[in-house]
């Protein structure tokens, strides 16, 4: 028997198998499509499988119905252990984009539904950080409006966005929920995956972008951006953190001059002193941020009504 047909053969089996024995299956299959070099046909196979189980609204755009998704998370994981930097890995892309959101009500998801999200979202960054190419309707669906409640996935959706910015793929429609991912602190790797894609907008210049429907640029969101940097400049951080953090807020500064007083204003009522002998990248970095802001134009990017404070922003109350 030819070894595509033995793959084929092995793959049948796999999806015939009840749970238990898929489990038992999953890495002895993957090492075999990985060791035979038959990672094409084995992705062509899983695809159209995958294809056949989903429904969608118009051929296009994000499925709307999975069935039996307990298969499909477990077809994904043999794909995601068997890929291969060597060989072309485009068919995967579009039906993987397709999963990366099951298009119906939140609260209606099973949680076998919200796993197969979780390794669709596994397995398209690391697609993209193999330098796959990635058609027009995959870049479409990863710069559409969606959500998720489940922290893991919204790791890796974070880092998606932070690759696709870094193809220079203009993800301005997802600063802000960027920057809610940076305030709201869920983990490390979600804050600082937030951090780097809005770095890379920063020096992409898509804070320029115009906000659909408004007469504003994204740039609006700049003072945002700056006082959850600021912050994560505390000690109680992590190293990564506070490293990304000023990497970003210096970008920021030099881009825009603007931010430049709102930076300063920030770090002297938050406790975070110039380094007076910096011995580390990150104390050497926060030194550089001083002296680029020092002098400052004058301008603030601080919304008029919002003041800071020793514990952070405030609105100031206005007399009626």
Request: aromatic share 10%; proline share 4%; glycine share 4%.
């Amino acid at each position: 028997m030819l070894t595509d047909d033995i793959i084929l053969d092995k793959l049948q089996q796999f999806v015939s198998g009840d749970s238990v024995q898929r489990q038992s299956m999953k890495t002895s299959l993957a090492n075999y499509i990985l060791s035979s070099g038959e990672t094409l046909i084995a992705a062509n196979w899983i695809v159209s499988y995958i294809a056949s189980l989903c429904h969608d609204k118009q051929n296009k755009g994000f499925f709307t119905l999975v069935n039996n998704p307990e298969l499909i998370a477990d077809l994904l994981e043999v794909a995601y252990e068997s890929l291969n930097r060597d060989v072309d890995l485009q068919p995967y892309v579009i039906p993987i984009a397709r999963l990366l959101y099951i298009d119906k009500k939140e609260r209606d998801k099973l949680e076998s539904e919200r796993y197969v999200q979780y390794r669709a979202a596994a397995m398209l960054d690391e697609l993209i950080s193999l330098n796959v190419t990635l058609p027009s309707e995959a870049v479409e669906l990863m710069l559409s409006d969606y959500f998720f409640n489940d922290l893991p996935t919204e790791e890796f959706n974070s880092s998606i966005w932070w690759r696709l910015a870094e193809r220079g793929i203009n993800i301005s429609c997802h600063i802000n929920t960027l920057h809610s991912y940076v305030k709201n602190d869920e983990s490390p790797t979600l804050t600082n995956n937030s951090i780097l894609a809005l770095w890379v907008c920063i020096r992409g210049g898509f804070f320029d972008t115009t906000i659909p429907n408004s007469n504003q640029t994204y740039r609006v969101w700049l003072w945002h951006l700056v006082t959850s940097c600021v912050h994560k400049l505390k000690k109680k951080y992590e190293d990564t953190t506070r490293s990304v953090a000023v990497g970003c807020l210096l970008e920021t500064s030099m881009r825009y001059p603007e931010t430049q007083c709102l930076i300063l204003e920030c770090m002297a009522k938050w406790g975070i002193a110039k380094p007076k002998s910096p011995r580390s990248d990150f104390q050497r970095d926060l030194k550089e941020l001083f002296s680029r802001c020092k002098n400052h134009p004058g301008t603030n990017c601080l919304p008029v009504g919002y003041v800071i404070t020793k514990n952070g922003v405030t609105r100031q109350r206005t007399d009626v």
